[in-house]
Nanobody, 127 residues
Framework: QVKLVESGGGSVQSGGSLRLSCVASGYTYNSASMGWFRQTPGKEREGVAGIDSYGNTRYADFVKGRFTISQDNAKNTLYLQMNNLNPEDTAMYYC?????????????????????WGQGTQVTVSS
């Protein structure tokens, strides 16, 4: 049974930083493509950052230079380091997994490509 558990969300002021974590279980972690997505009420879930099992990454334009996705295969854990946060980054952040598939880089941010999702962790940035 695949399970993804996010943590690390919270409330910060504009310009602050947070590090999100996602612990995965129930499948062979180092063979999966992983992604971070976010969603605000009334809006579609959007891709933030994605990484394949080779470590290739892709970022949404609105986070380039501020967010970094990484993973620790020994710990089955995905991370999202978020720096220079602004109020527009306020959202529920979700971790997603596509086990046993190396997604093409151009679709790493497509939510339709992912099969498993965590419950989300809330990030709130105040001005």
């Amino acid at each position: 049974q695949v399970k993804l558990v996010e943590s690390g969300g919270g409330s910060v002021q504009s310009g602050g930083s947070l590090r999100l974590s996602c612990v995965a279980s129930g499948y062979t972690y180092n063979s999966a493509s992983m992604g971070w997505f976010r969603q605000t009420p009334g809006k579609e879930r959007e891709g933030v950052a994605g990484i394949d099992s080779y470590g290739n990454t892709r970022y949404a334009d609105f986070v380039k230079g501020r967010f970094t996705i990484s993973q620790d295969n020994a710990k089955n854990t995905l991370y999202l380091q978020m720096n220079n946060l602004n109020p527009e980054d306020t959202a529920m952040y979700y971790c997603a997994s596509r086990p046993s598939v190396n997604l093409l880089q151009r679709v790493l941010l497509s939510k339709e490509q992912y099969h498993y999702w965590g419950q989300g962790t809330q990030v709130t940035v105040s001005s």
